[in-house]
């Protein structure tokens, strides 16, 4: 039978697919036997069961072949929350951290009501209404089964200032909001990255836009001023080179009008401030 210490040393098979192989392997251990990681340094000489080595090779195998930890694992965490996610919605990222930031420090509304577009797993929307009680969220997305895993996310942090529902970006709404964020796609359909990493196993809908990955960013742009509050902001995540064009978009019906830097210094948030006074 395999112990612990045999399967510890194979982590050098998951180095083509991993900046973290090791982690990576011990995570894999862990989901396989329900041990901590503790556990398996501390008693690597246990055998696994039949059905454990089986579980593990099964997993193993997936991460080997690049498919992403997150979709193996069933979850990520993001803004210190652990949160499910599925192949129908993207992975929360740390560059995505950057939009809620920004959204806690420029609404200063104590009961905010905020719609999150484009709102996948959940993530944004979660994050705002775990640190704002007081505020009121809804996340729309078009995949019902993106919806299902936020609705999930939503139940098991048991917050009850969110709300989740089917919606095409702005199409059919009808309330205003002291602030619009979202994460639509933005990828260019020609992006060599595309076929590479963790993003072949994510669903091409929510990563690509056509017009060079501007298409979702100016139909938000141009359709959130409508729905803002007076004084309300609109805050878009986007690509690393598409600051210039972004602020292009707000800057028609906005002010103050800007982009800010992720921890890698690349532009990645751009949006503006509907003015307080026609």
């Known amino acids: 039978m395999a112990t612990v210490g045999d399967l510890l ?14 982690l990576d392997l011990e995570l894999l251990l862990c989901a396989a036997t329900g041990c901590t990681r503790t556990l398996l340094y501390a008693r690597p000489e246990t055998e696994l069961t039949a059905a454990q080595k089986r579980d593990f090779e099964s997993l193993f195998a997936r991460r080997k072949g690049g498919e992403p930890m997150a979709y193996i694992l069933g979850e990520r965490e993001f803004w210190s929350l652990t949160l499910r996610v599925s192949p129908a919605t993207l992975i929360p990222r740390p560059d995505t951290e950057l939009l809620v930031e920004l959204a806690l420090d420029l609404v200063t509304e104590s009961r905010a009501q905020v719609l999150d577009l484009g709102t996948g797993s959940g993530a944004i929307a979660l994050a705002l209404a775990r640190e704002r009680p007081q505020w009121r969220v809804i996340g729309i997305d078009r995949s019902a089964a993106a919806l299902a895993v936020a609705e999930g996310n939503r139940a098991a942090l048991a917050l009850d200032n969110v709300t989740f529902r089917v919606g095409d970006w702005l199409a059919g709404e009808c309330e205003r909001y002291h602030l619009i964020v979202a994460n639509p796609p933005y990828v260019d359909p020609a992006d060599p990255h595309l076929e590479r990493g963790d993003v072949r196993f994510e669903p091409r809908t929510a990563l690509v ?22 004084g309300g902001w609109l805050l878009l995540e986007h690509g690393a080179d598409q600051g210039e064009a972004v602020r292009a978009l707000c800057a028609a019906r906005l002010e103050q009008v800007q982009s800010w830097r992720d921890l890698a210094g690349h532009e990645r948030v751009s949006g503006g401030r509907l003015p307080e006074h026609p």
Request: glycine share 2%; aromatic share 0%; net charge negative.
């Open 9 to 22: 040393e194979r982590a050098a098979e998951l180095a083509a697919v991993s900046e973290s192989p090791r």
């Open 209 to 230: 836009a056509a017009e060079r990955g501007l298409a979702d960013l100016r139909a938000i742009a141009a359709a959130a001023p409508d729905h803002l509050l007076p």
